[in-house]
T-cell receptor
């Protein structure tokens, strides 16, 4: 059974810092890995999707990497801003077409 | 292009009642998935539909059911509501393979009293 772990559970940083969020998964037989952000009481916003054959994806200040063999992914956020404050969720998709989610990292960026 | 829409946004029901939630996917998307989010269990997969057929189902009791219509809109139904069914129910749509980027709706907040 696939399990996804995210560390740390919560993170507080001053504005302008670069930061890394970590995600690990137990079964490397995945199709892709997706990073989402969730604002309180809202739905999920897709940030980046990495296919299993890819090593990284970039979008603006965000960069996500994938090491399938070791079961790890990182989300790098450059020059953090207060508007980046949210919960960041990592999810992997395997053949069953269902996402298995981690429990998330709650990020607070202090002005 | 309009995003995934879910109705209603909020629902309050009492134990024993049943409820139907609706999801309209992004235009052209034919795969629709449902997830339950609770503080204790996080996000858990309910089921996935494509072309009116359920392709996959998560580990939930039979009280949870769904369907998909020919226009790809989907509904999920929960019968005999329990207090533990209180949750945010999220719908996601994606391309035909169901393996592409999942786009989520804003969710329906269900409270069972």
């Amino acid at each position: 059974k696939q399990e996804v772990t995210q560390i740390p559970a919560a993170l507080s940083v001053p504005e302008g810092e670069n930061l890394v969020l970590n995600c690990s998964f137990t079964d490397s037989a995945i199709y892709n890995l997706q990073w989402f952000r969730q604002d309180p009481g809202k739905g999920l916003t897709s940030l980046l999707l990495i296919q299993s054959s890819q090593r990284e994806q970039t979008s603006g200040r965000l960069n996500a990497s994938l090491d399938k063999s070791s079961g790890r992914s990182t989300l790098y956020i450059a020059a953090s801003q207060p508007g980046d404050s949210a919960t960041y969720l990592c999810a992997v998709m395997a053949s069953a077409r269902q996402l298995t989610f981690g429990s998330g990292t709650q990020l607070t960026v202090l002005p | 292009k309009a995003g995934v829409t879910q109705t209603p946004r909020y629902l309050i029901k009492t134990r024993g009642q049943q409820v139907t939630l609706s999801c309209s996917p992004i235009s052209g998307h034919r795969s629709v998935s449902w997830y339950q989010q609770t503080p204790g269990q996080g996000l858990q997969f309910l089921f996935e539909y494509f072309s009116e057929t359920q392709r996959n189902k998560g580990n939930f009791p039979g009280r949870f059911s769904g369907r998909q219509f020919s226009n790809s809109r989907s509904e999920m139904n929960v019968s005999t509501l329990e207090l533990g069914d209180s949750a945010l129910y999220l719908c996601a749509s994606s391309g035909p393979r169901g393996l592409d980027t999942q786009y989520f709706g804003p969710g329906t907040r269900l409270t069972v009293l």
